[in-house]
Protein backbone atom coordinates (compact mmCIF):
# COMPACT_ATOMS: atom_id res chain seq x y z
CA UNK A 1 0.00 0.00 0.00
CA UNK A 2 1.46 2.93 -0.89
CA UNK A 3 1.60 6.30 1.13
CA UNK A 4 0.63 9.83 0.42
CA UNK A 5 2.30 12.64 0.90
CA UNK A 6 -0.15 16.44 1.45
CA UNK A 7 1.22 19.50 0.42
CA UNK A 8 -1.26 22.69 0.37
CA UNK A 9 -1.29 26.56 1.03
CA UNK A 10 -3.58 26.14 3.67
CA UNK A 11 -2.21 27.34 6.46
CA UNK A 12 -2.35 25.73 9.97
CA UNK A 13 -4.94 28.17 11.76
CA UNK A 14 -8.31 26.35 9.53
CA UNK A 15 -9.82 23.12 9.27
CA UNK A 16 -8.63 22.78 5.76
CA UNK A 17 -6.26 20.13 6.11
CA UNK A 18 -7.66 18.24 8.52
CA UNK A 19 -10.80 17.59 6.49
CA UNK A 20 -8.68 16.84 3.50
CA UNK A 21 -6.83 14.49 5.98
CA UNK A 22 -10.15 12.87 7.47
CA UNK A 23 -11.85 12.53 3.20
CA UNK A 24 -8.65 10.33 2.61
CA UNK A 25 -9.15 8.17 6.00
CA UNK A 26 -12.75 7.65 5.32
CA UNK A 27 -11.99 5.92 1.89
CA UNK A 28 -9.38 3.80 3.95
CA UNK A 29 -8.68 3.96 7.19
CA UNK A 30 -5.19 2.35 6.71
CA UNK A 31 -3.31 5.09 5.19
CA UNK A 32 -0.73 6.71 6.18
CA UNK A 33 -0.29 10.13 5.08
CA UNK A 34 2.52 12.32 5.58
CA UNK A 35 2.47 16.16 5.39
CA UNK A 36 5.08 18.26 3.47
CA UNK A 37 4.11 21.81 3.92
CA UNK A 38 0.89 23.77 4.71
CA UNK A 39 2.61 26.94 4.63
CA UNK A 40 3.22 27.67 1.27
CA UNK A 41 2.70 31.33 0.38
CA UNK A 42 -0.69 31.34 -1.02
CA UNK A 43 -1.90 30.80 -4.65
CA UNK A 44 2.53 30.41 -5.32
CA UNK A 45 2.61 27.29 -7.23
CA UNK A 46 6.96 28.65 -7.87
CA UNK A 47 6.71 27.57 -4.13
CA UNK A 48 5.01 25.09 -4.25
CA UNK A 49 7.53 23.44 -7.12
CA UNK A 50 10.68 24.10 -4.95
CA UNK A 51 9.35 22.18 -2.03
CA UNK A 52 8.05 19.63 -3.86
CA UNK A 53 10.65 18.90 -5.92
CA UNK A 54 13.38 19.21 -3.39
CA UNK A 55 12.11 16.67 -0.99
CA UNK A 56 9.63 14.32 -3.59
CA UNK A 57 12.77 11.39 -4.65
CA UNK A 58 13.20 10.69 -1.29
CA UNK A 59 9.67 8.98 -0.83
CA UNK A 60 9.81 5.57 -2.03
CA UNK A 61 8.70 4.78 -5.65
CA UNK A 62 4.95 4.51 -6.24
CA UNK A 63 4.12 7.62 -3.37
CA UNK A 64 0.71 9.53 -4.14
CA UNK A 65 1.86 13.47 -3.57
CA UNK A 66 -1.49 15.18 -3.07
CA UNK A 67 -0.63 18.94 -4.13
CA UNK A 68 -3.10 21.96 -3.59
CA UNK A 69 -2.28 25.13 -4.26
CA UNK A 70 -3.53 27.71 -6.38
CA UNK A 71 -6.54 25.23 -6.65
CA UNK A 72 -8.76 27.82 -8.61
CA UNK A 73 -6.04 29.44 -10.54
CA UNK A 74 -5.52 28.20 -14.30
CA UNK A 75 -7.10 24.95 -14.01
CA UNK A 76 -10.61 25.90 -15.05
CA UNK A 77 -11.77 23.31 -12.35
CA UNK A 78 -9.30 20.65 -14.27
CA UNK A 79 -7.74 18.03 -11.79
CA UNK A 80 -5.27 15.47 -12.23
CA UNK A 81 -3.41 12.07 -11.61
CA UNK A 82 0.36 11.99 -13.42
CA UNK A 83 2.58 9.19 -12.99
CA UNK A 84 5.81 11.52 -13.50
CA UNK A 85 9.12 9.57 -12.39
CA UNK A 86 7.50 6.61 -10.62
CA UNK A 87 5.78 8.66 -8.84
CA UNK A 88 1.87 9.63 -8.93
CA UNK A 89 1.26 13.52 -8.32
CA UNK A 90 -2.74 14.53 -7.98
CA UNK A 91 -3.43 17.95 -8.21
CA UNK A 92 -5.02 20.88 -10.26
CA UNK A 93 -4.21 21.64 -13.76
CA UNK A 94 -1.82 24.77 -13.21
CA UNK A 95 1.18 24.08 -14.20
CA UNK A 96 2.85 22.77 -11.17
CA UNK A 97 3.53 19.26 -12.70
CA UNK A 98 6.40 19.83 -14.77
CA UNK A 99 7.86 22.39 -12.31
CA UNK A 100 7.61 19.71 -10.01
CA UNK A 101 9.79 17.10 -12.40
CA UNK A 102 10.94 18.11 -16.23
CA UNK A 103 10.36 14.31 -17.61
CA UNK A 104 7.53 13.66 -19.41
CA UNK A 105 4.15 11.86 -18.10
CA UNK A 106 3.99 8.25 -18.52
CA UNK A 107 0.72 8.59 -17.57
CA UNK A 108 -1.98 11.51 -17.15
CA UNK A 109 -5.12 11.26 -16.45
CA UNK A 110 -8.46 13.92 -15.52
CA UNK A 111 -9.84 12.86 -12.47
CA UNK A 112 -13.89 12.10 -12.95
CA UNK A 113 -16.02 14.61 -10.52
CA UNK A 114 -19.70 14.16 -10.95
CA UNK A 115 -22.25 17.32 -11.33
CA UNK A 116 -22.92 16.50 -7.67
CA UNK A 117 -19.36 17.17 -6.48
CA UNK A 118 -19.10 20.35 -4.55
CA UNK A 119 -16.03 22.25 -6.09
CA UNK A 120 -15.34 25.01 -3.71
CA UNK A 121 -13.26 22.59 -2.18
CA UNK A 122 -11.28 20.14 -4.49
CA UNK A 123 -8.79 18.78 -1.97
CA UNK A 124 -11.35 16.95 -0.51
CA UNK A 125 -14.02 16.66 -2.50
CA UNK A 126 -12.12 15.32 -5.61
CA UNK A 127 -8.27 15.49 -4.83
CA UNK A 128 -8.44 13.49 -1.68
CA UNK A 129 -11.05 10.57 -2.99
CA UNK A 130 -8.80 10.32 -5.62
CA UNK A 131 -5.39 9.95 -3.84
CA UNK A 132 -6.80 7.28 -1.32
CA UNK A 133 -7.89 5.11 -4.36
CA UNK A 134 -4.69 5.25 -5.86
CA UNK A 135 -2.77 4.56 -2.84
CA UNK A 136 -4.99 1.51 -2.16
CA UNK A 137 -3.96 0.69 -5.37
CA UNK A 138 -6.29 1.42 -8.33
CA UNK A 139 -5.04 2.25 -10.99
CA UNK A 140 -4.83 5.98 -12.87
CA UNK A 141 -7.32 5.00 -15.24
CA UNK A 142 -10.06 4.46 -12.15
CA UNK A 143 -10.09 7.62 -10.80
CA UNK A 144 -9.63 9.50 -14.47
CA UNK A 145 -10.41 9.60 -18.11
CA UNK A 146 -6.84 9.41 -20.17
CA UNK A 147 -5.92 13.05 -21.40
CA UNK A 148 -2.38 14.54 -22.96
CA UNK A 149 -3.66 17.96 -22.65
CA UNK A 150 -2.13 19.71 -19.38
CA UNK A 151 -1.02 23.45 -18.44
CA UNK A 152 2.79 23.73 -18.58
CA UNK A 153 4.93 26.51 -17.56
CA UNK A 154 8.57 27.30 -17.94
CA UNK A 155 11.05 27.81 -15.09
CA UNK A 156 13.50 30.11 -14.95
CA UNK A 157 17.22 28.67 -16.24
CA UNK A 158 20.74 30.07 -15.55
CA UNK A 159 22.69 30.94 -18.29
CA UNK A 160 26.23 29.65 -18.74
CA UNK A 161 29.21 30.79 -21.16
CA UNK A 162 32.97 30.39 -20.36
CA UNK A 163 33.09 33.74 -18.81
CA UNK A 164 29.96 33.95 -16.65
CA UNK A 165 27.14 31.86 -15.20
CA UNK A 166 23.57 34.22 -14.73
CA UNK A 167 20.83 33.19 -12.49
CA UNK A 168 18.19 33.94 -10.53
CA UNK A 169 17.42 33.47 -6.61
CA UNK A 170 14.45 31.21 -6.62
CA UNK A 171 13.32 30.88 -3.26
CA UNK A 172 13.73 32.61 -0.29
CA UNK A 173 13.88 30.16 2.89
CA UNK A 174 12.63 30.74 6.08
CA UNK A 175 15.85 31.92 7.42
CA UNK A 176 16.31 34.56 4.47
CA UNK A 177 19.06 32.68 2.77
CA UNK A 178 18.45 33.27 -1.06
CA UNK A 179 18.76 30.06 -2.95
CA UNK A 180 19.55 30.21 -6.60
CA UNK A 181 19.08 28.11 -9.78
CA UNK A 182 22.89 27.81 -10.15
CA UNK A 183 23.51 24.40 -10.36
CA UNK A 184 26.81 22.80 -8.51
CA UNK A 185 28.23 20.36 -11.47
CA UNK A 186 27.74 23.29 -13.69
CA UNK A 187 29.69 25.68 -11.92
CA UNK A 188 32.62 22.51 -11.59
CA UNK A 189 32.53 21.99 -15.24
CA UNK A 190 32.95 26.10 -16.25
CA UNK A 191 35.26 26.77 -13.28
CA UNK A 192 38.55 24.64 -13.96
CA UNK A 193 40.36 26.03 -11.37
CA UNK A 194 40.02 29.57 -12.23
CA UNK A 195 39.69 32.78 -10.12
CA UNK A 196 36.54 33.51 -9.72
CA UNK A 197 33.53 36.20 -8.04
CA UNK A 198 30.07 36.20 -7.04
CA UNK A 199 28.06 38.92 -7.95
CA UNK A 200 24.38 39.60 -5.76
CA UNK A 201 23.61 42.91 -5.46
CA UNK A 202 25.87 45.09 -4.13
CA UNK A 203 28.14 42.23 -2.56
CA UNK A 204 30.49 40.36 -3.85
CA UNK A 205 32.20 36.81 -2.48
CA UNK A 206 35.16 35.53 -3.79
CA UNK A 207 34.89 31.56 -2.30
CA UNK A 208 32.40 28.85 -2.08
CA UNK A 209 31.67 27.59 1.21
CA UNK A 210 31.58 23.93 2.59
CA UNK A 211 29.50 24.70 5.38
CA UNK A 212 27.34 27.27 7.40
CA UNK A 213 29.66 27.80 10.28
CA UNK A 214 33.15 28.34 7.99
CA UNK A 215 32.57 32.06 8.80
CA UNK A 216 32.11 34.05 11.86
CA UNK A 217 28.58 35.70 12.85
CA UNK A 218 26.85 37.76 10.86
CA UNK A 219 29.07 37.45 7.78
CA UNK A 220 27.89 36.26 3.79
CA UNK A 221 28.40 32.67 3.24
CA UNK A 222 27.99 31.03 -0.36
CA UNK A 223 27.74 27.64 -0.62
CA UNK A 224 26.43 24.52 -2.47
CA UNK A 225 23.22 23.42 -0.62
CA UNK A 226 21.88 19.57 -0.38
CA UNK A 227 20.75 19.90 -3.17
CA UNK A 228 23.17 20.98 -5.40
CA UNK A 229 22.03 24.42 -5.91
CA UNK A 230 23.89 27.90 -4.82
CA UNK A 231 22.45 29.27 -2.10
CA UNK A 232 23.64 32.74 -0.43
CA UNK A 233 23.38 33.94 3.13
CA UNK A 234 24.31 35.89 6.43
CA UNK A 235 25.38 33.46 9.26
CA UNK A 236 22.79 33.88 11.93
CA UNK A 237 20.78 36.75 9.64
CA UNK A 238 18.47 37.58 7.29
CA UNK A 239 20.35 37.76 3.90
CA UNK A 240 17.12 38.88 1.88
CA UNK A 241 16.10 42.12 4.25
CA UNK A 242 19.74 43.01 4.93
CA UNK A 243 21.12 42.38 1.66
CA UNK A 244 17.68 43.65 -0.53
CA UNK A 245 17.19 40.74 -2.45
CA UNK A 246 14.22 38.63 -2.77
CA UNK A 247 12.45 36.00 -5.42
CA UNK A 248 14.04 36.56 -9.00
CA UNK A 249 17.01 38.84 -8.15
CA UNK A 250 20.21 38.32 -10.05
CA UNK A 251 23.04 36.68 -8.75
CA UNK A 252 26.13 35.89 -11.20
CA UNK A 253 29.39 34.13 -11.07
CA UNK A 254 32.31 35.46 -13.19
CA UNK A 255 35.50 33.68 -14.07
CA UNK A 256 39.08 35.29 -15.03
CA UNK A 257 40.86 33.78 -17.92
CA UNK A 258 37.58 33.25 -20.44
CA UNK A 259 39.98 32.13 -23.34
CA UNK A 260 41.02 29.27 -21.29
Known amino acids: MA?????????????YV???????????????IFDICHEIEPFNIAHAAYVLKAVYKDFAKGTIHLISVNSHGESKNRFLAAKIDDHIFVGPDNGIFNLVCEKEPTMIAELFKSESTHTSFPAKNIL???????????????VGSYTKEFIRKIDRKFRATKKQISGNVIRVDHYGNLITNIEEEVFRIIHKDRPFYIQFGREKAEKINLSYDEIDDGDCFALFNDLGLLEIGINKGNASKLLGLKYDSPVNILFEDPEI
Open 128 to 142: AKAAAMLASGSGIND
Open 3 to 15: IITFMSDFGMSDH
Open 18 to 32: SAVKAKILSVNPSLR
